[in-house]
């Protein structure tokens, strides 16, 4: 029950995250996007100080330590608000977190393997390269289907 459940959650998550991805949203200006934005609409330091109750030192401070990535999410979501935005955040995997979990389990395996394969060479039991990809596989399978944790733990 508690692996369907985890296995329905993934994919809700890849489905959801799926969607950024897709979105090909722009980088952001180099100057950040509090700035960007400020500019483009004609406003002022001081204008978008005022708003926010803080010194313009701060709001030029706010702006380079956006271009700087030092601003804290607060700092950020507090400034895009005097500006009339909403800060959106999300962390957007490269690939689905099903392939990332394939790929780690892959990767397990293949090194359980090769020291499996070079203890079993040394006996002279070597096993042909197909039959190795065939149990490297099965194994992945096998460590997908137990604990998730299990595929990021250092031994």
Same mark, same amino acid.
């Given at each position: 029950? #508690?692996?369907?459940f985890? =296995?329905l959650?993934?994919?809700?998550l890849d #489905?959801? &995250?799926s969607r950024?991805? *897709?979105?090909?949203?722009?980088?952001?200006p180099? !100057? %950040?996007?509090?700035? /960007?934005?400020r500019?483009?609409? $004609?406003?002022t330091?001081t204008? +978008? !100080?005022r708003t926010l %109750?803080?010194n313009?030192?701060?709001?030029?401070r706010?702006?380079?330590?956006? !271009?700087?990535?030092t601003?804290?999410? $607060?700092?950020?979501?507090? /400034? !895009?608000?005097?500006l %009339?935005?909403?800060? +959106?955040?999300? &962390?957007?995997?490269?690939?689905?977190?099903?392939e990332?979990?394939?790929?780690?389990a892959i990767a &397990? *395996?293949?090194?359980?393997?090769?020291?499996i394969?070079?203890?079993? @060479?040394l006996? @002279?039991?070597?096993?042909?390269?197909?039959?190795?990809?065939? +149990?490297?596989?099965?194994l992945a =399978?096998s460590?997908l289907? $137990?604990?998730?944790? /299990?595929?990021?733990r250092?031994?």
């Open positions: 029950m #508690t692996s369907n985890a =296995e959650r993934l994919r809700q #489905t959801m &995250l950024w991805r *897709a979105a090909s949203l722009p980088a952001r180099a !100057a %950040g996007w509090l700035k /960007a934005i500019e483009a609409l $004609g406003m330091a204008h +978008q !100080a %109750g803080v313009t030192s701060t709001v030029t706010l702006e380079q330590s956006e !271009a700087d990535d601003i804290s999410l $607060g700092s950020l979501r507090r /400034a !895009a608000e005097a %009339g935005c909403e800060l +959106q955040y999300a &962390l957007v995997p490269k690939k689905p977190l099903a990332t979990l394939e790929t780690r &397990l *395996a293949r090194q359980q393997m090769a020291a394969s070079h203890s079993m @060479a006996e @002279a039991q070597a096993t042909s390269p197909e039959i190795v990809e065939a +149990q490297t596989r099965a =399978e460590l289907k $137990g604990s998730r944790r /299990a595929l990021w250092e031994d």
